[in-house]
Structures are given as structure tokens and as C-alpha cells.
């Protein structure tokens, strides 16, 4: 599951899963690469589309093919994916800050 702090990021993200690591990349998909999709912790097709058009992105942002575009989120997609920022100060419990950040 990808998780700040944690140093696990070697996790896979992939089309008919569901949870906490979805909604993670889903939450980032919007803040990060403007998809607009569902933050329903459920890896559809309309979440790989995204993930797809993130990778494409990635590359472009990169100027070369980093990224098979796969719609896979697995440990390649993380290491330059970028990630939606959470607040954790005074007593938060984990606020979008609308900053996004790259491993």
C-alpha cells in the first residue's frame, strides 16, 4: 500500500482490487493529475483509465518512455508517480492540502 512514512512503496495497485491503497491513488489521480474520477476504493476501469493517463503524462513530463502505460500502479508507476499531500499538524487527521509531491 503506498503510505507516507512507511518506505513501502514496492506495493501493486491494479484493477479489481478495493480499499484503503485504491482510494489512496484515486485521491492523488484527482489532486495530482486532474482525472475526476471516483474515490470509491474501487479499482474499475475508470481508475485504470486514469492511472493510463498518468503514466502518459509521467512520460511527457519526463521527456522519454519512463513508464510502460499499463494502467497497472505498481513500483515503477510510484517512483515517479506524484502523490496528493496530507496535513497531519495540530491534531489533524489527514486534511487534503491540495500540494502534490513526487518520491
Known sequence: MPSAGSGNYNCVVARGMNGLPVVVVQESLNACFGQGIAE??????NTERAVKNAQTRINQDWGSHVLDVDGRFGPKTSAKFYFQAY???NGQTGRHTGVCYGR
Open 40 to 45: 470509491d476504493r474501487d479499482f474499475g476501469g
Open 87 to 89: 496535513d497531519y499538524t
